[in-house]
Nanobody
Framework: QVQLVESGGGLVQPGGSLRLSCAAS????????MGWFRQAPGKGRELVAT????????YYSDSVKGRFTISRDSAQNTLYLQMNSLKPEDTAVYYC????????????????????WGQGTQVTVSS
């Protein structure tokens, strides 16, 4: 199995940027499709972005497309989410997740497809 620890959250003004990191330990990082999810107060957990095992495929939700970039560094066993042009509606707890299902270029879009989760990091966008 894999252990996931997020970092990089915080308070940022609208229009600002943050980079989230998710450090993975345990089983080989490249064995997992990875995803970033978020959950705002009173709302369900939604997919932000996902990246395949070797990084050849990515997917973004419409709400973040063109503003966020997901990437992974297998040498560092780390998943990243670069967030630019942040909006107040991006405020949420952000979670990284790992799925051991599928194949090299598989992507997964629902929380139920992911087997391991980090503890989350708070992102607050406010002036």
């Amino acid at each position: 199995q894999v252990q996931l620890v997020e970092s990089g959250g915080g308070l940022v003004q609208p229009g600002g940027s943050l980079r989230l990191s998710c450090a993975a330990s345990g089983r080989t990082f490249s064995s997992y499709t990875m995803g970033w999810f978020r959950q705002a107060p009173g709302k369900g957990r939604e997919l932000v972005a996902t990246i395949s095992r070797i990084g050849g495929a990515t997917y973004y939700s419409d709400s973040v497309k063109g503003r966020f970039t997901i990437s992974r560094d297998s040498a560092q066993n780390t998943l990243y989410l670069q967030m630019n042009s942040l909006k107040p509606e991006d405020t949420a707890v952000y979670y990284c997740a790992a799925s051991q299902r599928g194949y090299s270029n598989s992507l997964f879009y629902t929380p139920s497809a992911y087997d391991y989760w980090g503890q989350g990091t708070q992102v607050t966008v406010s002036s």
